[in-house]
């Protein structure tokens, strides 16, 4: 961490500055220009509040010469996080792509198992499924909940599919002993409790990244759980809110490639949340395999016109199996 | 809401779209052109799911002429709310003007009694302090939790002044009995879970926009609060997320006017958390002031330098008592 | 087109709209609800100006049916353009996908033929390289102009490449010749002159993005060009501004299945600009063509850390060649 | 300016690059850490190309200490720039509050003189007026280019108030003798050619902040202008591109304050362009008067249902009287 003094700094205030962090364990070598001061800070700075550094009167501004995130970075651990899914054998990341597909909402026994073995049979190897929805008006379907949990594992103990769901609040996780992963959704990013709450947990945590988080933010919240001692993250790009309206949101597929540098951890691709639209889910999962992703999540609805939301970006089961295949062929290309 | 179908849509499924529309309690008007044809609904159009009408195969597009909020909004009901908080005679909203004043962190006993004795005299009329906080590092300061909010009942008892903290979680909400108004924090704006509880509160909620909420999102969650009973709902502008770097966000002042045109709740705008620097402050405090809010937050610390969080963005009592004057002559200058 | 007039509009001033709008050679459907009015306008609308409409007093929203665009409608030509470069034999655009390599300034004759043999080399069919350079600042440098040019027609001359520099005023055009692809940077994606008189010449145009264009907006600048008589127009995304600041911009790869729908003009990517990062090259390339791109257009330099503007995106000819063969791999994977 | 080189980064790249910076004519300061090395760079580093230095192997990352801007910044010339406008009389910056106002386009003689004696008589001291009009799409009204000015300066004979309009192109100034201030619009900001031409001449430059445009870029293309040697440069704040829908742009305030801190020029705000909508330009103009703007930009227009483009924002005589009067009361209260 590097602090720029402003010209003119009191030496005495400088002085003190340099007591009050090496009294944090930190090395400071100075380095003394005739318009400013240049302290570098060695050591462990992800604790220093670089907020409270910059509030000082005789800084100028601090810059991070290594990243705040410390867990979840790749120079602390070199290798690629390989993430088991239950008993299933699924793995994720380290070259293990998953599959997972599922609808947006659990609506019915019937749909639910459905879409499970169309899905099974198409090559998914996790299925998915909201039993929580998060909706902008309340006045809209809010999920099954509970009832949609227990669906989910009848179609897990029926397809022997592991399952992934959303939760919502603190309160609910009572409900989720069966679910294999659970997802943190983008609203919930930076909804610290539950982040700490879920890190308490001995399960996979798919992170989704928040409609507006940056990739360091969304490291950071990676870091919340991983802090809390569970470092089973995989985190998931849904896209991001831009000014563009063709498309719902504006997937960020050069999050990817970045995110490998930064991070061991495992990153999934959402198309179908991102773009909003079926169309385009096929040409951006393809382009997600492209990009170096660790997998896909895609929605898929035995009855898209008439699923309970999100049915405009559902693929059937008959295009999801074209999807997954030709995923296949590119997965090939690239590696 | 105007739903425009696609040409060529077949006659039978036109028929069934239209009697399944009915059977929702809406009267169905039909435009038939050349090219495409158009179908009015009139009635609670609230409830209709937009994404799920847009999804059917024959609808090419879907907008709303009536908005989707219902009791926040300011045809449902035309004159201004006005909030009383607690039982201190202040009041919000309606040409009632209040002044929020205090540190982004509680830290001492010294520490809130001083700036509150200190904001009282300058002019606030309620006093802020942060007991939970969020951070985007789970290695920065968390707040004092329940200590924190102790404080602040204790300056509360000195001074007089009602008190507004923050809440993070369901499970915290115990420990708020003495807070006179409770605010959900930007990152919570869509944590639905969180709004249906404060919803069913007899307490004025101060609601933060999200760091990329559209407004009528930001009603939406408003109408989550509203739609479980509690119709005290302050919202917050606070600034929103750009590519602009200068500035923490951009405080999106625009918002105040338009929102006084779509809804009947006060508008109170935080320069503080907007702009991040305390310069940036005074001149964004007197705008908003001018631009037609209801209300301002500032962030006031009898030590700015040695905040425990964010004290770039602090303001120094005598700072404060100059803005609140400065304000005073705007209002009766717009007025 | 859809006009929605606002509840209450006296019926004269109705009729005096209607007259209006038919004296520009529309049919108007009206359909009458309890709350308001809906016309249906039929015909050509791309010529009524929505903003005009907008701004009458009885009218409460617009909407069009169809686009706005027309020449690049794919509506309107639903085959893909194929547009031929020069005599050179290239195409691009209906199944024929280019590789446009290059540095991003031409900085002497050594430089510019050794890149050129390269890439020629490695498989590139275009070469590109900047004579006239857009730079934030006025103390960088410029590029070297004519001079610049005129390297690259010895290059063209000595490889067969054909070439594809960037234009920034009406008044360079005269030396323009030779140049087989005239691009317009982003910054003057909506400098409507320059579009105008680019699209009265007989050459193809590269239109790329500007930072904050809509596709919308785009598109609309494209029909500037076809509306003057040029229709060999190739729009080349690279991507849009955004709060994230780890790339330097966001690639929105889902603008090109989104533009593929919408017109029949090629779209091509360029990874380098919209990364800003070497390292970020090979991956979105590769995404690039999976997600239908026409074309690719990268940044070659022999030297990137001398380049004279941009080293710290350009590839070396061995890492280009090794991203042309895994963009092969990837074309075949997807057809 | 600071730059943070590499872990083990070669002492003999590391010498290099020093002499090379020397010889640039800069005195480097080496500050010697455990884990990196940070060069201080002191002497005139606006002419250093930190991409070029960023893109070295051994380079990590550089940041600049002081900006990048020279002729506009608040540093170089501490005390406000004050503009006179042609011999009318009328300044800008420096305590001079403007007032510019007009219609959107100047449709006919008769048009463009009713709204010159209107504003006027409200107190307006520059006449705005469109003749060449950058539009989306072209096949909207395009402005009456050289007969717009000729009546704009009829209705200067007449009033005696100088003139504003905007130039697309470089080819069009020879039309602009008569006018008083030669705007620059939003699309044109990074149009670097026009700004070097603009900079040529001696008369006044209105800058309007691109749609996308940082602070930074804006500064660095008055700069453009500046270092051609016209110094008279006013900076026009008209709102930038978010995801917010229910306003055109978000018009940012924050930037008056901002800019007031980095540069002596005057900044002045245009609300009408912003908002796009005519109920939102009163608070909007009282909000930029509270924050320090040097003055505003205001459509007016004897009839905006007619107006031939832009009538939705624009205000009547009768309504920029009262606003004409608010804003005095307004700088009355902050001054």
Chains 1, 2, 3, 4 share one sequence.
Not at 55 to 70: A, E, T, Y
Request: hydrophobic share 40%.
């Amino acid at each position: 961490m590097i602090a720029i003094l402003k010209a003119g700094a009191p030496q005495a205030q400088i002085d003190n500055l340099i007591r009050w962090l090496e009294r944090q364990g930190l090395k400071i070598h100075i380095s003394q220009g005739d318009y400013y001061t240049v302290l570098g800070l060695v050591g462990d700075t992800s604790k220093v509040d670089m907020e409270l550094l910059s509030s000082l009167d005789i800084v100028q501004s601090v810059k991070r010469v290594s990243d705040p995130f410390k867990r979840c970075s790749r120079d602390f651990q070199p290798q690629d996080t390989v993430i088991e899914v239950g008993d299933s054998g699924v793995k994720i990341g380290g070259g293990n792509f998953c599959l997972i597909a599922g609808p947006c909402s659990v609506e019915t026994h019937e749909q639910i198992l459905e879409v499970a073995r169309a899905v099974k049979a198409a090559g998914a190897n996790i299925l998915r499924g909201g039993a929580f929805k998060p909706r902008t008006s309340p006045y809209d379907f809010q999920g099954l909940g509970k009832l949609g949990i227990e669906m989910l594992s009848e179609a897990k103990k029926e397809t022997g599919l592991p399952i992934i769901t959303e939760v919502m609040n603190i309160n609910q996780l009572e409900l989720f002993d069966d679910v294999d992963i659970i997802q943190i959704g983008a609203r919930n990013m930076q909804n610290f409790d539950l982040l700490k709450e879920v890190g308490k947990l001995n399960k996979p945590i798919l992170l989704k990244r928040g409609l507006c988080g940056t990739m360091k933010e969304w490291l950071m919240s990676a870091e919340y759980i991983m802090s809390e001692g569970n470092e089973r993250v995989i985190l998931c790009e849904r896209g991001i809110r831009t000014y563009e309206t063709y498309t719902r949101n504006t997937l960020d597929l050069s999050a990817v490639p970045t995110l490998k540098n930064l991070t061991h951890l495992p990153i999934v691709v959402d198309p179908s949340h991102a773009t909003g639209q079926a169309r385009l889910v096929k040409p951006m999962a393809l382009a997600a395999a492209a990009a170096g992703a660790d997998g896909l999540m895609i929605e898929v609805h035995n009855d898209p016109p008439h699923a309970w939301c999100d049915g405009a970006q559902s693929l059937t089961p008959v295009q999801f199996a074209d999807v997954a295949q030709r995923v296949q062929k590119v997965l090939e290309a690239v590696r």
